[in-house]
């Protein structure tokens, strides 16, 4: 077992700088999510750990053992490395059938034959892959295709696994499974793990810690308690959760409220503390869906912090009704209980738990 490094990694391909000076280190056993958007860098930055590419400038260790410094010429290739992968186009063998192709990385080891029909049989088990053993690839749906190249890479217990976005073929229920199975395997087998995604919720769920990335450059790393509650920047804050926060701007007033043209808000006498240097400045607030009340239901009275606005759009999706309201040229996304009289329409009052709220500079990092 072994921890991975990166340290100011570059990858740079001809015009299009695809990792900024990244600098990431995943512990021994963790399971580390890359969460970002699509051409964020994510699958470049797996593939240089495999092996797969070179970093234009920059060190990788695996281990203490340093696999990748262009600047003095190291360089170790992929099958040296002791990883398995699982990509986002994975290829199984066509003519070998379900068994052969996970048996393959045991059968390339000489491990014997009661112990590799042992372990494709555990695995077989655990992906659901039990009655498809003796079928060739092509017999295969997308998504059983995908759960054997699964079972081929956590077959056998390697430093490292790097996986990207290896269940993204597969249905919602399904998916939902796997991501606890997956989670619960790599807690057993203890083995590092570098898990891409660019899906929100399968970060959250199955992350000890996410590194969250935007165009080549890390934002924030941290536990999926971290990202949520203290984002670092508003690309983390609005990237994470669903709906995503809110963000209203505004400029912050010598008395501890923030004018928003249309109303005010207060913040609270910490969070002005906090914030104090930046009075007169233009800011954004953050606030998310779920720390939105409806005024009748409201947990929480607080004069200051309610407005009045308009629900534009109301999505009821049974245990709670998500409603976009326009307040003046503000909008506001709420996540309401079942309970909720809100009507598509109509008038609704809205109390902001404003202990909630986060505050950003015009660069977009955090103040709070
Ligand atoms: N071989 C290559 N040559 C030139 N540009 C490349 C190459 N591979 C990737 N890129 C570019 O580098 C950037 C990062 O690509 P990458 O595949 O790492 O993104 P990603 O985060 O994995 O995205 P996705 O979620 O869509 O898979 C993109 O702008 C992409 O077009
Ligand atoms: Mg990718």
Redesign the pocket.
């Known amino acids: 077992m072994a921890g991975v490094r990166l340290i100011n990694v570059w990858?740079e391909?001809?015009n299009?700088?695809?990792?900024k000076n990244m600098t990431l280190e995943v512990k021994d056993g963790e399971f580390m999510i890359?969460l970002?958007?699509?051409?964020?860098?994510?699958?470049?930055?797996?593939?240089m750990i495999a092996g797969l590419?070179e970093p234009t400038r920059g060190q990788i260790y695996i281990g203490d053992r340093l696999v990748a410094d262009p600047e003095k010429d190291v360089f170790v290739p992929p099958k040296d490395r002791d990883i398995a992968m699982v990509f986002?186009s994975y290829a199984l063998y066509p003519h070998m059938t379900v068994y052969d192709n996970i048996a393959f990385p045991l059968k390339l080891r000489k491990v014997p034959k009661n112990e590799i029909d042992r372990r494709v049989r555990e695995v077989a088990e655990l992906l659901g892959l039990t009655e498809l053993l003796k079928r060739k690839p092509r017999e295969l749906s997308g998504g059983q295709r995908q759960r054997v190249a699964l079972g081929r890479a956590i077959i056998r217990k390697p430093q490292v696994f790097l996986m990207?976005?290896p269940l993204s073929n597969l249905d919602a229920k399904l998916r939902v499974k796997m991501r606890a199975e997956l989670k619960k395997l790599q807690k057993q087998l203890g083995v590092t793990t570098i898990y891409?995604t660019?899906d929100q919720v399968e970060a959250m769920t199955m992350g000890d810690r996410i590194a969250v990335?935007n165009i080549?450059v890390l934002q924030q790393v941290g536990t999926p308690e971290e990202v949520y509650n203290k984002p670092s920047n508003t690309f983390v804050a609005g990237f994470i959760g669903t709906p995503p926060m809110n963000f209203l701007k505004g400029t912050l007033l010598e008395d501890g409220r923030m004018d928003f043209g249309e109303f005010l808000l207060r913040l609270t006498p910490d969070q002005f503390e906090i914030s104090k240097d930046y009075v007169g400045k233009t800011l954004t607030l953050g606030i998310r869906p779920e720390d939105i009340y409806d005024a009748e239901l409201s947990p929480i009275q607080d004069e200051e912090n309610t407005v009045v606005g308009r629900v534009e759009i109301l999505e009821n999706l049974g245990n709670e009704k998500i409603v976009h309201v326009s307040i003046g040229e503000h909008s506001l996304t709420a996540s309401l209980p079942p309970e909720s009289k809100a009507r598509e329409g109509s008038k609704i009052k809205l109390v902001l738990n404003i202990r909630k709220a986060h505050l950003f500079r015009e660069s977009g990092d955090a103040i709070f």
């Open positions: 990858k391909f001809d299009v700088v695809a990792v890359l970002g958007p699509s051409g964020c860098g994510k699958t470049t930055t797996l593939r590419e986002q990207d976005e891409v660019h990335i080549g």
